[in-house]
T-cell receptor
Framework: GAVVSQHPSWVICKSGTSVKIECRSL??????MFWYRQFPKQSLMLMAT?????????EQGVEKDKFLINHASLTLSTLTVTSAHPEDSSFYIC???????????FGPGTRLTVL | AQSVTQLGSHVSVSEGALVLLRCNYS??????LFWYVQYPNQGLQLLLK????ATLVKGINGFEAEFKKSETSFHLTKPSAHMSDAAEYFC????????????WGAGTKLIIKP
């Protein structure tokens, strides 16, 4: 089956630093990837849609300058949280759309803790 | 606009009992419907999906769901609950090929009593 990986699985950083999270589709090509944020005991909140070779589409209320998304290849999208602050601490999950089945496959998530 | 409603933020069943997790949706176009499961501190795993073929969809781990257009429902069932089924379950809808962005339900936490 389709597999999506995320790296790192968890990260702790100091306030003011930037953190990059990678999302890879391992056995299929994904022209579209999605980035979600999940708060404790809540559903997923879509942050942005990442399209290979073009600019990401951000959801309302998500700061594009703070959450930089780059989808440089058909198997890799990155999310960079710039100048992270404690309120950015969260569980970040990516998904990749498998074209032939129209199904989103999810990565295992990255837990970010900003001190 | 599309929306998903999951009835019950928590559902508790005894081991061996029937599992029923409810999902109702609204959509102006024929929907694609999905159930995902999330175990603690993990990402989401696809359980099953409906994409306009058979209305009764069988998924992994013994789960199945039935698409009922007249009731705008896509309830998830499993005949006999197992302790390992304890997790958070999310129902989601998309417009399929016209718009594959997923709209999520709030999630239902399934608790299995020994």
């Amino acid at each position: 089956g389709a597999v999506v990986s995320q790296h790192p699985s968890w990260v702790i950083c100091k306030s003011g630093t930037s953190v990059k999270i990678e999302c890879r589709s391992l056995d299929f090509q994904a022209t579209t990837m999605f980035w979600y944020r999940q708060f404790p005991k809540q559903s997923l909140m879509l942050m942005a849609t990442s399209n290979e070779g073009s600019k990401a589409t951000y959801e309302q209320g998500v700061e594009k300058d703070k959450f930089l998304i780059n989808h440089a290849s058909l198997t890799l999208s990155t999310l960079t949280v710039t100048s992270a602050h404690p309120e950015d601490s969260s569980f970040y999950i990516c998904s990749a759309r498998e074209v032939f089945t129209d199904t989103q496959y999810f990565g295992p998530g990255t837990r970010l803790t900003v001190l | 606009a599309q929306s998903v409603t999951q009835l019950g933020s928590h559902v508790s069943v005894s081991e061996g009992a029937l599992v029923l997790l409810r999902c109702n949706y609204s959509s102006s176009v024929p929907p694609y419907l999905f159930w995902y499961v999330q175990y603690p501190n993990q990402g989401l795993q696809l359980l099953l999906k409906y994409t306009s073929a058979a209305t009764l969809v069988k998924g992994i781990n013994g789960f199945e769901a039935e698409f009922k257009k007249s009731e705008t429902s896509f309830h998830l069932t499993k005949p006999s609950a197992h302790m390992s089924d304890a997790a958070e379950y999310f129902c989601a809808v998309s417009e399929g090929r016209s718009n594959y962005q997923l709209i999520w339900g709030a999630g239902t936490k399934l608790i299995i009593k020994p």
